[in-house]
């Protein structure tokens, strides 16, 4: 066994409390070598036996609101258009022409140059969902592979910013991290915080993403969670959408249980996203659950709690028209975007 | 409001359709008893669900008669095959009736319909199938090429798991090819009566099942019948004495199942949150009503106090409530004497000096509830880490060294179950092997499968249940001989005249 050239690392303000002042990336790794074991079967258990919670009558109409309360709204693709984004964002802010009633949606998720025409469409319906406004999400660092420079992922992130995006959701260096490199995962995330600086000071909101389903095993999330929360995050975000799987409910109660245990140790609230995959009311309602019986429902607010989802806001509008009326309706009561 | 106080998802009972009182099933037959019938009431609310019979001696010869009557006539001359195609029909009326039992299981014994039906009923459906399965391959049981059956088996159980332990005594017992009688526990027949009902259904033939219900006098006479071939007890451990005293020398086979006082150690390596739940399931699963029950949690004392407080934490999220809420996670207590015990032995914890905790809960002002408890600051001397409490109270204790944790383990007149928390597969099969336990789970516990055996050592009972070994309780191995005396109403009689046939 060789020593390791102590490595310095960014001085993220975090790390900096926990693992000491001289900050570098053999502590780093001796952090996250260290964590407790995830027993697999025993996590998966767990969450399963969350998801058999019963939601019904006033909690379940609770929990529908909950749900577009706190989504973000997104649309991801290559052939997404002024257009599309301008729709997207009509629909945020009224996501059931129906029924007035029908709360707005936590922010809209866009790729950096549709930022521009997002902010433009939600007008004076932009600002923060704590406040019943919406917020504009981008994704950014080369997402959703991450494989470009540094300077390429700051300047992408920079120009979101300056565009008016409230919140960035980058994605770690999964690569890296695979082969060991936590510290140069750390370091970019520190750069990538420091690049939502805007001109007054104040920081647009970083959403780290793990990609979990690359990183495959749910020892490697637990520390990846551990790395992004010390680097500085304000978000833990499972998937881009883009891999397969994207988030499940064990990996989002594992990463839940150490935003707990943050929470334990220091007495700061560390938000969560899962994303991809939760399509159904009925699945977004045992994530709720796991939050709640993890965390507490205390965070069960747009601050610290999102769905990142494109079909869901859809299923939850016909289940609660369904709980208004009595009846189901169908696809074509609810708009397609 | 908050969403934490979940609204009420009651299980709706229309699904149960109960008579107003039962009979004695003998002989294929619902039939009137001649002890004093008493009610059956739901612990939850102590009301009354049906009018149950009572069996006295006489209602007790009838049934073993009914048996031994089935057993020469049909059942002992029934192809293994055969009495597969029972055993698997039963096993699909279960799953089809699965909902009404949960929800009768559930009514009758106090136990959250999360459990039933999620653990108790299918359990009980793979139980019959998995033995459905051995009754053609005998043989292969490793207990000779021809292994008989004993005859008619008298079954006690208890009311913890009252289906799914009727379906661990019957489902061997008949695969095997063995008639039973069996009587349930005196606050828990409702299932075993609906199974009855589920034996007619499957047009199982008369006698080969019979059940009687009744309390402890009915039992004694069951298992002290002259014409019984097998005695098979799972309850406490001084009933579990008086029966190995009463069936010595009689030659009747005997297996029991008795009390525990398991060890759930976890080290300072564990995978800690699901240990805690692993210590959750262990010990707060059916109200701790579990003989296997995690009731000594033996904790690495580095860890002691941050495992301690996370599982309060998580203790504190537990609903105790109507055991008919799909939210449920505590029911109740199963009767009013159980609960005494208790809180019995709960007040002594609190006089011998150890630290008593609760969650912040709600007990509901009818019926039987006892919020689930933890003590800390135990030691090995105290009651509460010796005596079985049959109830949700966890005593903690601590240990330095893997040799400390065995020491303490097995330093209890008990020998049931064990859990082996640790990230280290060598430390864990290290300590497995020096358990004195019938059971020892690593990184899970209270987990049940019909083909793993389960029982006791010391004063936790013998013989096994479940798996190989728990056919080869109800099967005499090839190499006996039948007493030349034998007599005409001998249980091997009716097998014997059929291999002569067939020379």
Redesign the interface.
């Known amino acids: 066994m060789t020593i390791d050239h102590p490595v310095a690392l960014a001085p993220a303000e975090r790390a900096v409390r926990l693992l000491g002042g001289d900050l570098t990336e053999k502590a780093l790794r001796l952090h996250l070598d260290g964590l407790a074991g995830v027993d697999a079967v025993g996590l998966e258990a767990r969450a399963a036996n969350l998801a058999t919670r019963s939601i019904k009558t006033s909690s379940k109409a609770w929990a529908l609101d909950t749900i577009i309360r706190t989504c973000d709204l997104t649309t991801l693709e290559g052939a997404d258009t002024p257009g599309k984004v301008r729709s997207l964002v009509a629909k945020a802010v009224m996501p059931d022409p129906s029924d007035p009633s029908c709360p707005r949606v936590a922010a809209v998720c866009v790729y950096g140059d549709m930022v521009p025409y997002a902010v433009e469409a939600l007008g004076a319906h932009h600002g923060d969902p704590d406040q019943g406004l919406v917020s504009v999400a981008a994704v950014a660092t080369a997402f959703p592979s991450g494989r470009a420079s540094l300077d390429i992922k700051l300047a992408d992130t920079r120009e979101a910013v300056a565009a008016g995006a409230d919140e960035i959701d980058m994605v770690i260096d999964r690569g890296a991290f695979l082969s060991g490199r936590f510290g140069l995962v750390f370091d970019q995330i520190v750069a990538v915080k420091e690049a939502c600086r805007r001109t007054d000071g104040s920081y647009a909101h970083l959403k780290v993403i793990l990609e979990t389903g690359e990183l495959q095993t749910y020892d490697n999330v637990r520390r990846a969670s551990w790395l992004s929360i010390l680097a500085g995050a304000d978000f833990i975000k499972t998937s881009t959408g883009k891999v397969s799987p994207a988030a499940t409910l064990p990996v989002t109660l594992l990463m839940l249980e150490v935003i707990r245990d943050w929470n334990r140790l220091t007495g700061e609230r560390i938000g969560m996203k899962p994303a991809g995959g939760i399509r159904s009311s009925k699945d977004a309602v045992r994530y709720l659950v796991t939050v709640a019986e993890t965390v507490g429902e205390q965070w069960l607010v747009p601050h610290l709690w999102r769905f990142g989802a494109s079909s869901l806001v859809n299923d939850v509008l016909l289940q609660r028209q369904k709980m208004t009326t009595g009846h189901y309706s169908g696809p074509d009561y609810v708009t397609v975007d | 409001?908050?969403?934490?106080?979940?609204?009420?998802?009651p299980e709706s009972t229309a699904i149960l359709n109960l008579r107003d009182s039962y009979g004695l099933f003998i002989d294929g037959e619902f039939v009137d008893g001649h002890g004093a019938a008493f009610a059956t009431i739901s612990p939850s609310t102590e009301k009354r669900i049906a009018e149950v019979a009572c069996a006295d001696a006489s209602d007790v010869d009838r049934a073993v008669a009914a048996a031994r009557r089935a057993y020469d006539r049909t059942w002992s001359r029934m192809s293994g095959g055969d009495r597969g195609k029972y055993l698997f029909r039963i096993a699909r009326l279960v799953q089809e009736r699965a909902r009404e039992l949960a929800v009768a299981e559930s009514l009758d014994n106090g136990k959250p319909i999360?459990e039933t039906r999620?653990v108790d009923i299918p359990l009980v459906a793979a139980w019959f199938f998995y033995y459905a399965g051995w009754a053609d391959k005998l043989e292969y049981a490793g207990l000779g090429s021809a292994p008989r059956a004993l005859g008619v088996a008298a079954q006690v159980i208890p009311w913890n798991f009252p289906l799914l332990m009727l379906a661990w005594k019957i489902a061997p017992a008949l695969a095997a090819g063995n008639t039973v009688v069996l009587k349930p526990a005196e606050t828990t027949p409702l299932t075993a009566l609906l199974f009855a009902e589920i034996c007619q259904q499957a047009d199982l033939p008369a006698g080969v099942v019979n059940i009687i219900t009744g309390a402890g006098e009915t039992g004694r006479a069951l298992v002290s019948h002259d014409d019984v071939n097998k005695v098979a007890f799972t309850g406490s451990t001084p009933v579990g004495r008086e029966i190995a005293r009463a069936v010595a020398g009689t030659g009747k086979k005997l297996t029991l199942e008795l009390g525990g006082k398991g060890a759930n150690i976890v080290f300072d390596?564990?995978?800690?949150?699901?240990a805690v739940?692993?210590i959750v399931s262990g010990i707060f699963f059916n109200q701790g009503h579990v003989c296997c029950a995690g009731s000594r949690l033996l904790v690495q004392e580095n860890i002691h106090d941050e495992l301690v407080d996370r599982l309060k934490t998580r203790l504190s999220?537990l609903r105790l409530g109507d055991p008919l809420d799909?939210?449920t996670d505590i029911g109740a207590i199963n009767s009013r004497e159980q609960l005494d015990r208790i809180r019995a032995l709960s007040e002594i914890g609190e006089q011998e000096g150890a630290e008593r905790w609760s969650p912040a809960c709600e007990i509901p002002s009818n019926g039987f509830w006892f919020a689930p408890t933890i003590f800390t600051n135990v030691s090995t001397s105290h009651r509460i880490a010796r005596d079985e409490i049959f109830g949700p109270v966890l005593s903690v204790l601590t240990f330095r060294t893997p040799e400390e944790a065995v020491a303490k383990a097995n330093n209890t007149p008990y020998g049931l179950s064990a859990g082996i928390w640790t990230?280290k597969a060598s430390r864990m099969l290290a300590l497995a092997d020096r358990l004195r336990a019938g059971v020892v789970w690593a990184?899970?516990f209270n987990k049940f499968d019909p083909a793993s055996p389960f029982g006791g050592y010391k004063e936790s009972g013998y013989g096994r249940e479940g798996g190989r070994h728990g056919l080869a309780a109800y099967l005499e191995a090839s190499g006996w001989q039948a007493p030349i005396e034998s007599s005409a109403a001998s249980p091997r009689s009716g097998r014997k005249a059929r291999k002569a046939v067939a020379k």
Do not use: H
Request: aromatic residues 8%.
């Open positions: 409001m908050s969403f934490l106080e979940y609204a009420p998802a999360k999620d390596d564990a995978a800690m949150d699901q739940e692993g999220t799909k939210n990230e990184n899970t």
